[in-house]
């Protein structure tokens, strides 16, 4: 494992919400620190993202994400156990891409092809001097913030008992066994974590790191202290100064963080309602199509920290602990968790959220121009806007869509129709499309208007001046 570098003197100035950080000096000066912040949407592809621009902005608004200076594609690659090309991606693998520059399989966290672990640009930063983070509204220890700070061979094997194998989904798991502690390996994501040189964690998951470890004795949580980690887990904690040579882990959910909006009474996506006659003859009868809804507050949303909230405490953290600068991933989980349960008003919520957190690295890189700011995704998802009414609703066959439908008022009081179809089973898969790439002037030189997620990582790793993996073998 690399070594951590020890954090400087920390002050925690926190302010609820989206604000902006402490004002800085607008000139950087030539020793200044570089810092790379990386938002990924989790499933946040251009469906999505016209999803939220339509309802936070309206089709003639924009988003803060349109505001950026530079748009590109991002290709998104997978590969099987044998090398071949497989095209649709898990958040895992893509995520670990991103944090590796190595394409590998489905469901692997830092690791290639070959189960084989590969240095990440956390690892890579934190080798190197820099201040470390990782923020997410999931579990800390979920796919795409686990790629950047662990090394597993299957996603799932995120505690200590978990790791073991077990039951999940109502489904049997075999686990991760050559990643067990006790068979000589580095141990479950949440266990690599308190190990890790990240300096700030922030998000849910405290239920894996309430895991017992294989002696049965104690539980994870329990050791952070030896791994130099103070652990909070109530939000308003978040507001009280940490010791500055303690690693920071929030843990502020047993699993994910709850969502901000859900559908009107709960509701999400519906499946259209045949009559009889039309069930004998598809050209007969009438559809009834699913009633209109609005989106509305989650209840079970409380006094959750917003994602910008999360945000802005890491960077205030790394900024007073870190002089050289640091590398921040912030992941908007539930766009990608929500559009399986087809519920497109959570999915719109947590772009809100994605939107809100990018206020505040923006805000930032305006202060500390040497900051390069990516917006993009780890693979695109199902939701689909489709007409509403349908284009054949004239000719006189019910023609309707055969996934399920929600129908989204808007506040002009115009109807979004989102169509979820890429299975009949009770969660939606992700698709195959390619997904946006949004940067700030920082970014310039070292992006393109298309690119692959290795090159994603590569750009990141050349403005921070790391030497990759292959370029220290070849030194």
């Not at 952070?224 to 929030?250: F, M, Y």
Request: glycine share 8%; hydrophobic share 40%; with cysteine.
């Amino acid at each position: 494992m690399l070594k951590r570098t020890a954090p400087v003197f920390f002050a925690l100035l926190c302010l609820w919400g989206p604000a902006s950080i402490t004002a800085m000096a607008n000139t950087p000066e030539v020793d200044s620190p570089r810092s790379v912040i990386l938002l990924i949407g989790d499933g946040f592809d251009d469906q999505h993202v016209t999803m939220g621009r339509n309802y936070l902005a309206g089709p003639d608004g924009t988003l803060l994400l349109d505001t950026m200076p530079i748009r590109g594609a991002v290709q998104v690659q997978t590969v099987d156990d044998e090398g071949n090309w497989v095209y649709v991606a898990d958040s895992a693998n893509t995520a670990t891409t991103l944090a590796t520059g190595v394409v590998t399989n489905i469901g692997r966290v830092g690791t290639g092809p070959s189960d084989e672990d590969v240095m990440t640009i956390l690892e890579m930063a934190a080798a190197a001097g820099f201040g470390t983070g990782a923020v997410s509204t999931s579990s800390i220890t979920d796919a795409t913030p686990a790629s950047f700070m662990a090394h597993v061979s299957k996603r799932i094997c995120e505690g200590p008992e978990t790791i073991l194998g077990g039951e999940k989904y109502g489904l049997p798991f075999e686990g991760c066994y050559d990643d067990a502690k006790g068979n000589g390996g580095p141990g479950s994501i949440a266990e690599q974590i308190l190990t890790s040189p990240v300096d700030v964690a922030l998000g849910g998951g405290l239920l894996y790191f309430l895991e017992h470890l294989p002696d049965g004795q104690i539980s994870l949580l329990n050791t952070a202290e030896q791994h130099n980690a103070a652990v909070i887990t109530e939000p308003e904690k978040l507001l009280s100064p940490i010791p500055a040579e303690k690693r920071l882990i929030g843990l502020f959910a047993e699993e994910h963080l709850p969502v901000r909006w859900q559908g009107e009474d709960g509701r999400k996506a519906e499946s259209p309602d045949p009559s009889w006659l039309n069930a004998l003859d598809w050209r007969l009868g009438s559809v009834e199509q699913p009633a209109v809804m609005s989106c509305e507050s989650n209840p079970e949303y409380g006094n959750t920290p917003s994602l910008a909230t999360l945000t802005q405490v890491a960077i205030e953290r790394l900024t007073a602990t870190s002089q050289k600068g640091f590398f921040l991933v912030i992941e908007s989980a539930s766009i990608d968790k929500q559009s399986h349960e087809r519920n497109p008003c959570g999915s719109i919520g947590e772009i809100a959220q994605l939107e809100e957190a990018l206020n505040v690295a923006l805000n930032y890189a305006n202060q500390q121009q040497n900051t390069m700011v990516l917006v993009t995704a780890d693979h695109a998802q199902a939701a689909q806007i489709v007409p509403e009414p349908s284009l054949y609703d004239a000719i006189p066959v019910p023609v309707y869509s055969p996934g399920k439908v929600a129908r989204v008022r808007l506040d002009d009081g115009t109807i979004m129709r989102i169509n979820y179809a890429t299975n009949n089973f009770e969660s939606e898969e992700h698709t195959g499309a390619n997904v946006p790439l949004f940067a700030n002037e920082a970014a310039r030189d070292y992006v393109g208007t298309y690119m692959r997620q290795q090159d994603v990582f590569e750009a990141m790793a050349r403005f921070l001046d790391l030497k990759t993996p292959t370029e220290t073998d070849a030194l």
